[in-house]
């Protein structure tokens, strides 16, 4: 009898286990770009133009956070990032950083998060260390 209650026992949290499992595959499926928050607009840099003073930010996958479903289309979105005299530039470690140190292909966090437009003029951008 004891026997038979362990295996049941045992059942019962591997089904509970592969159950548990399964849900977190599915969110991703269903909000494949769900770890992006609204507060925080993560882009990838497309263009550094120096003598216009801006940046281009691919935020395609920050403006899809929201969205469900595999069939995502393929939309991409960017963002143009005029920078001004009081745009505070800086590295993820808060040292202190300038056009120069922007980079093509580079993660950037543009604060605040774009409004009604894809363009403005940003009170900071952080450089980013990841991939």
Request: charged share 30%; aromatic share 8%.
């Amino acid at each position: 009898m004891r026997q038979r209650i362990s295996i049941l026992v045992i059942f019962l949290f591997t089904v509970l286990f592969i159950s548990a499992c399964d849900k977190s595959v599915g969110d991703n499926e269903e909000y494949p770009y769900g770890h992006y928050e609204d507060d925080k607009m993560i882009g990838t840099v497309l263009e550094v133009n120096k003598s216009e003073n801006n940046i281009v930010v691919n935020i395609s996958e920050w403006e899809k956070r929201d969205r469900k479903g595999p069939g995502i289309n393929d939309d991409g979105f960017s963002y143009r990032a005029n920078l001004t005299i009081e745009t505070v530039i800086k590295h993820e470690d808060e040292t202190e950083a300038s056009i120069n140190d922007i980079k093509k292909g580079q993660k950037v966090l543009v604060n605040p998060p774009r409004g009604d437009d894809f363009g403005g003029q940003p009170d900071e951008i952080i450089l980013l260390e990841m991939s």
